[in-house]
């Protein structure tokens, strides 16, 4: 029986972010470095060779659609399409938030969780959620927000605060007065790409952003 080779992507960040997984086991990557397409390629292909498998074998593309480095999201939203039409393996995408506050769902947290990720300088994006009974619930829609407007939102905000610590943790130290999630799973991790992507299964993989284009990096 053939294996169907799953990866995940992620190059919303600073941070490249790869797995690869035949259902069974999987192999993951994360290397900080501003131009991916570097590496990506050779890597993504490395990977999938570690289980006896070609390129050409990969069945489903699972990426994080931003918002975040327009380049990155771009090219990450290019290359699934492109090979979906080539190949028709499946797509799938996720944004920052869900990626994040699926990290807390995975950790047995129930409450209402604040999305806070860094965009650039002063500015942040922030979405609502609430966890309950094995249930992943959007609040509001996610916004572009500056740091003031931002600190006046969650002043009365009871819950837990999760952002991506690995690639900007100044985030948590401007808001001493709330919880935190733990700091393992304040970023993204590369194999829970894939398992977020099946667990809210959107097919839609178009980049997301919440700034004018000509303002993202």
């Known amino acids: 029986m053939d294996k169907k080779i799953i990866c995940g992507v992620s190059a919303y960040s600073s941070y490249v972010k790869l797995s690869v997984s035949d259902g069974i086991k999987h192999i993951d990557f994360s290397k900080q470095i501003l131009n991916f397409e570097d590496i990506f390629f050779d890597k993504l292909s490395n990977m999938v060779k570690k289980f006896n498998c070609k390129f050409s074998d990969i069945s489903e593309i699972d990426i994080i659609r931003g918002p975040g480095r327009f380049t990155g999201i771009r090219s990450l939203y290019t290359f699934a399409k492109v090979y979906n039409v080539l190949s028709g393996a499946r797509v799938y995408g996720i944004d920052v938030f869900e990626a994040l506050v699926y990290n807390l ?35 509001q829609s996610p916004e572009w927000i500056f740091i003031d407007k931002l600190q006046k939102k969650l002043d009365n905000f009871k819950g837990v605060l999760i952002s991506d610590f690995e690639d900007y943790p100044e985030t948590y130290s401007i808001f001493n007065n709330l919880d935190k999630a733990p700091s393992e799973i304040s970023k993204i991790i590369p194999y829970n790409i894939i398992k977020a992507s099946k667990f809210f299964s959107h097919t839609d993989i178009s980049p997301f952003y919440l700034k004018p284009a000509k303002f993202e990096l």
């Not at 650039?120 to 959007?138: A, M, T, V």
């Open 105 to 139: 769902y995975q950790s047995g947290y129930e409450g209402d969780v604040a999305v806070v990720v860094h965009a650039f300088k002063d500015e942040f994006y922030l979405c609502y959620y609430r966890i309950k009974n094995k249930k992943i619930i959007r609040k």
